[in-house]
């Protein structure tokens, strides 16, 4: 059984640009959740989505969205790049309704902002 | 102050020793996450706990719901037990994830 599969694994971005971060759940999950990872603040919830709403999100502001597809695939998109925009994004999947199973991460996303 | 710490944030010792990590939170918990991240990012989830105890391989974890603390313990520690362990815990309250700075152990042969 394919684990989560998150791409890209690295990107490089300029202040003001935009960028698309893909996550893949476990085939059979419908419970896809976001987080950013930074030397300062740590791990920090961004959102959750169950069957292409979103159940949950985290204190980012508006650059910050995601969505989830039909086929439990979720895309996260952050416009207008900031330098602290720079971090490990995972995303997490889960078989429970409300993500109150078990999580599987993924490898992660390292975006890098100059 | 954070709502979940942990402590020791470093943890240093030689194999074959037991070792424990220990996890405090302030808020009204449904379940509480440990975790293991090894160098380059990848996070695996260890356990999920509500109440009690529960065991795989050498990792213990506990959770008391009432003095709102939990304990992830390594017997027999190993190099390859060498990550940073993080706790998390959904609030009650929210239904969101809110996680612990981390401890980084290192385990010498």
């Known amino acids: 059984k394919a684990g989560v599969t998150q791409t890209p694994r690295y990107l490089i971005k300029t202040r003001g640009q935009q960028v698309t971060l893909s996550c893949s759940p476990i085939?059979?999950?419908?419970?896809v959740s976001w987080y950013q990872q930074t030397p300062g603040q740590g791990l920090q919830f961004l959102f959750e989505?169950?069957?292409?709403?979103?159940?949950n999100k985290g204190n980012f502001p508006g650059r910050f969205s995601g969505r989830q597809f039909s086929n439990s695939r979720s895309e996260m998109n952050v416009s207008t790049l900031e330098l602290g925009d720079s971090a490990l994004y995972l995303c997490?999947?889960?078989?429970?309704?409300?993500?109150?199973?078990?999580?599987?991460f993924g490898e992660g996303s390292r975006l890098t902002v100059l | 102050k954070n709502e979940v710490e942990q402590s020791p944030q470093n943890l240093t010792a030689q194999e074959g020793e037991f070792i424990t990590i220990n996890c405090s939170y302030s808020?009204?918990?449904?379940?509480l996450h440990w975790l293991q991240q090894h160098p380059g990012g990848g996070i695996v989830s260890l356990f999920m706990?509500?109440?009690g105890k529960k065991k795989h391989g050498r990792l213990i974890a506990t959770i008391n719901i009432q003095e709102k603390h939990s304990s992830l313990h390594i017997t027999a520690s190993h190099p390859r037990d060498s990550a940073v362990y993080i706790c998390?815990?959904?609030?009650?309250?929210?239904?969101?994830?809110?996680f612990g700075t981390g401890t980084r152990l290192q385990v010498f042969p």
């Open positions: 808020v009204g918990i449904s379940a």
């Open positions: 706990l509500s109440s």
């Open positions: 989505y169950f069957s292409e709403t979103q159940r």
């Open positions: 998390a815990v959904r609030t009650y309250n929210t239904d969101k994830l809110i």
């Open positions: 085939s059979g999950h419908r419970s």
């Open positions: 997490a999947s889960s078989s429970g309704q409300r993500n109150t199973g078990e999580l599987f």
